[in-house]
């Protein structure tokens, strides 16, 4: 089983900055097993992009994901008041379990 | 809109049964797999496993398998998630979500969410 690991645990920036968020894997992962879903408080988690890279249907172009190997990202541009957050990367399997999520990236208003 | 609704929260003793339900709407509810997603409090989503409501054919993940049963109704659109006896541990936020799959990237995703249904566990 891959386990995900996130950094940082916790984020703080101001609206108008730029937010890097880090996923690694314990193992080369093939990029379009990895997406990230975001989740804020009392709500349901929501995909953001799939395939390490696809924006899903809604989402704005100044996020983004990238990576490849065991080191994958997803970057926030021109921070707004509705990214403040929690942040999951997940990876796909053809083995049991189907999805491991990491441990989540706290996005918080500085 | 494509959609997931999920049934209430719910508030049991340890050791009662109980089944909870997700309603879909908004597309052929027979095409897509329907997974459970667990999330206790103040942890991250765990992976239980997956209904394909087409034929009932069902994956669980090994930390959930043998605990909770996953079914369909595929006449009233439903997907269901039940325990035969609950423990306190099974106290959690339960999420179901619609699969998209990718031939072309060989690869799943968690596409659609319900909004999720609280079960509490106490005596």
Redesign the interface.
Known sequence: EVVLTQSPGTLSLSPGESATLSCTASQSVTPTYISWSQQKSGQAPRLLIYGASNRATGVPDRISGSGSGTDFTLTIDNLEPEDYAVYYCQVYSNFRPMFTFGPGTKLDIK | DVQLVQSGAEMKKPGEALKISCKGSGYTFGTHWI?WVRQMPGK????M??IYPGDSDT?????FEGHVTMSVDKSVGAAYLQWSSLRAADTALY?CVRL?H?TV????????????TQVTVSS
Request: proline share 7%; aromatic share 22%.
């Open positions: 997974g991250g989503p765990e992976w496993g997956k994956t669980y993940s090994p930390s999420f998209e990718s990237y060989s690869s799943s995703w968690l596409q659609i969410w319900g909004q999720g």
